[in-house]
């Protein structure tokens, strides 16, 4: 049997209502987990704090860096919610803590130029987005999840969290924030992903990888 967004929908919701999560805070093609699945780009990186620091930079006025010591100082954020990873499982009600995204950007002073962050990563992994997805939502550079600290497959010793999107979004072992005047695509974004990401609208993959996958379907007699 074909394998159906509307079928992992239907299971998805089914195991929603068993764990008590109410139908509306799934979003379409998603199921809910209780573990955290680790899903990674290659090796995880191994960042002490002692060598971690988080540049702002790009379109801005004033860039800076913040050693670990300096981000703790700021990590007072706090948020509580559902994240959405992209392979279609959802956790719910998770716990973070961290430096908000805005309030490190606005210390930069973006130019009215910048429209665009692309976020950098230990081990080289990029991502990107809309500077509005993290200046218009919930959005931290997050130390902290569920009152314990961020482990190092999960994205420790900090991530990039932007929850209201999939969580390929929220890079891990995030080392640069950089202001762009122009869209720049990630690594995903280049191979294939969506470029916003936006669970509620299952924007999964860019038009041309959605056509391929389903050209490639047709072809199987799926």
């Known amino acids: ?71 703790t100082a700021v990590a007072r954020t706090e948020w509580e919610g559902d994240i959405h990873c992209v392979t279609r499982w959802s956790k719910f009600g998770m716990r973070w803590r961290g430096a908000s995204v805005r309030e490190l950007i606005e210390r930069a002073g973006p130019l009215p130029s910048a429209g665009h962050l692309l976020a950098h990563c230990h081990g080289g992994y990029t991502t990107n987005m809309p500077l509005s997805d993290v200046l218009e939502h919930p959005a931290l550079i997050a130390h902290e999840a569920d009152d314990a ?37 990630g690594f995903w974004e280049r191979n294939g992903y969506h470029h916003r990401g936006d669970p509620w609208r299952e924007e999964r993959y860019s038009v041309d990888e959605y056509v391929a996958r389903a050209v490639r379907r047709r072809a199987r007699g799926a």
Request: no cysteine; hydrophobic share 40%.
């Open 1 to 71: 049997m074909a394998i159906t967004p509307r079928f992992f929908g239907e299971r998805g919701r089914r195991r929603a209502a068993s764990l008590g999560i109410e139908a509306d805070r799934l979003p379409p093609g998603q199921s809910p987990t209780v573990k955290w699945p680790v899903l990674s780009l290659g090796p995880t990186p191994r960042v002490s704090a002692e060598q971690w620091i988080l540049s702002i930079d790009g379109a801005v006025r004033e860039p800076y860096v913040l050693d670990w010591e300096a981000f």
């Open 149 to 185: 600290p961020l482990e190092p497959d999960h994205g420790g010793p900090a991530r990039l969290l932007v929850p209201h999107l999939y969580l390929w979004k929220s890079a891990k072992w995030i080392r640069r924030l950089e202001l762009l005047e122009q869209d720049e695509l």
